[in-house]
């Protein structure tokens, strides 16, 4: 029989292998899954000397792993379990051989009736029923998943799959609300407190690793979110989902090769198009951009609408290309087919048509269609009340007089989105060359970043009416996301 069909007992210790538990008298010790196996190997050659590379197999089984995972293992072990009455380690090294559990175990074998079975296996089909929610990036899905995952979590609280999903539904349902006067920062705090028990639990899991990433970037600590995907990708090279992590936080040459690298293993996977796509904008490139979206388009087309990787946001920046080409028919066509994704429920539906409406308003009142343009701006603001350029062109398309602001009032902190909306004022004064000389400074005082990739395309600013006068802020923008 294998060791994780049996019991074993010694000290005042028992390994059950059937529950994936250690218990210190009666009470269960916190070990992760992958530690379990190794104790478990050990405790099935009690008193003899196991191979280190027996070890590695019992508790990574295929994985590439170095010595140091094991001796961490080693060492979480010797912590969980202490020492025996005569005070010496119960894991012991034997030099140059391997480890030893130095103890006097007890077996014990027993058949498991149905509802052991069924109690082993239904946190497993949670943990995938809660995945599969998660991966349709739906709304309510993402809700249900966080209730399927914090059950998951209070069954097996050592199992880092467990955190990992439980932390992915968190952060997702703050990005629910991150563009809202009060997004939900306590899910996101929750799901950074899970997404580290996930790398503590298991240093050695990948999708760990890559889940704290996002989570990392969300709360501001940008470089240390590059290196946990970049551990995450070392770990597991092949994975779509790690590569796809990066690209979406990444920006500049690094992200435009992770949405590559997605897309390689991941073919026609639309948000990996889109990602590529706002590099390529940035840099000025928008006929490369319009062709990588084209091509997200049309493999989002071949996977059929209710594809759990269909994508958002495609086809309104499509129509800003449009847009800012000055076809106006096509920009308005790609619109309409972006605001139809709004019944759908997806995680970013809002947000993309909320930005949608708000180009539809600009592109109305550009043409002095006043009435078309509040009412356009009004669904902006109806999704997201903080928009500061619908705001701006909703108040224009009801007449309100709003004198640009000087330079001298802008506050040295503010954020380039905040910039943009008070060179969005002196542009539709006339004043582009004040406009783009705030913007201009304002790129150049920032850290690297995505910020103000969109003004090639914005269609307030609308930078096509003055290209001269924006050609230093754009080249500046282009030299940021290389």
């Known amino acids: 029989m294998s060791p994780g069909g049996v019991a074993y007992t010694f000290g005042i210790f028992e390994l059950d292998g059937r529950a994936r538990q250690l218990r210190r008298n009666g009470e269960r010790v916190a070990l992760s899954d992958r530690y379990l196996s190794v104790l478990l190997h ?11 590379d027996d070890l590695v197999a019992a508790g990574w089984g295929d994985t590439a792993v170095g010595d140091n995972s094991l001796e961490q293992a080693i060492s979480a072990l010797r912590r969980a379990l202490g020492t025996n009455a005569q005070g010496n380690q119960y894991v012991e090294t034997v030099p140059r051989q391997g480890y030893r559990l130095a103890a006097e175990v007890v077996r014990v074998l027993s058949a498991a009736t149905n509802d052991d079975i069924d109690a082993l296996l239904a946190p497993h089909r949670a943990l995938l029923d809660g995945r599969a929610a998660l991966e349709t990036l739906e709304r309510d899905q993402i809700i249900r998943s966080r209730d399927v995952f914090a059950r998951v979590v209070a069954m097996t609280p050592d199992v880092a799959p467990a955190h990992i999903g439980l932390a992915n539904a968190c952060v997702l349902q703050f990005e629910m609300t991150r563009a809202d006067e009060t997004p939900d920062v306590d899910a996101l705090k929750l799901a950074a407190r899970h997404a580290y028990e996930a ?24 470089t240390d979110a590059i290196a ?11 994975n779509w989902r790690h590569h796809f992590r990066l690209a979406s936080i990444a920006w500049g040459e690094e ?13 026609g996977f639309a948000l990996g198009h889109w990602l590529a796509a706002s590099v390529l904008v940035a840099r000025g490139m928008l006929d490369e951009a319009a062709r990588e979206l084209d091509s997200g388009i049309a493999g989002g087309t071949r996977s059929g609408a209710d594809s759990r990787f269909s994508g958002v946001a495609l086809h309104w920046l499509r129509g800003l290309i449009h847009l800012a ?14 605001l139809a994704n709004e019944a759908r429920g997806h995680l970013y539906a809002r947000e993309c048509c909320a930005n949608t409406w708000y180009a539809i308003g600009a592109s109305h009142l550009r043409h002095a269609r006043m009435a078309d343009a509040a009412t356009a701006f009004g669904h902006t603001l109806e999704r997201l009340p903080k928009h500061v ?36 004022r002196h542009a539709l004064s006339g004043s582009h060359d004040v406009a783009a000389r705030l913007v201009d400074q304002a790129l150049s005082a920032a850290p690297a970043s995505s ?17 001269a006068a924006w050609q230093s802020a754009l080249a500046r923008l282009s030299a940021r996301a290389i």
């Open 42 to 52: 050990l405790a099935a050659h009690a008193g003899a000397v196991v191979a280190k």
């Open 451 to 467: 910020a103000g990739w969109l003004l090639p395309v914005d269609p307030l600013l609308n930078i096509g009416a003055a290209p």
């Open 228 to 238: 946990a995907a970049r551990r995450a990708i070392a770990l597991e090279p092949d």
């Open 325 to 338: 080409k000055g076809d106006e028919t096509a920009a308005l066509a790609a619109f309409e087919i972006e």
């Open 199 to 222: 790398c503590r639990l298991d240093t050695e899991n990948a999708e760990a690793w890559s889940t704290l990433s996002f989570i990392l970037e969300r709360i501001g600590k940008h």
């Open 255 to 267: 992200r435009l090769r992770a949405a590559r690298r997605t897309l390689a293993l991941l073919p």
């Open 389 to 424: 350029m619908a705001r701006l062109g909703c108040a224009l398309a009801e007449g309100k007089r709003l004198p640009p602001l000087e330079p001298s009032q802008l506050q040295p902190t503010a954020s380039i989105d905040e910039v943009l909306g008070i060179a969005a």
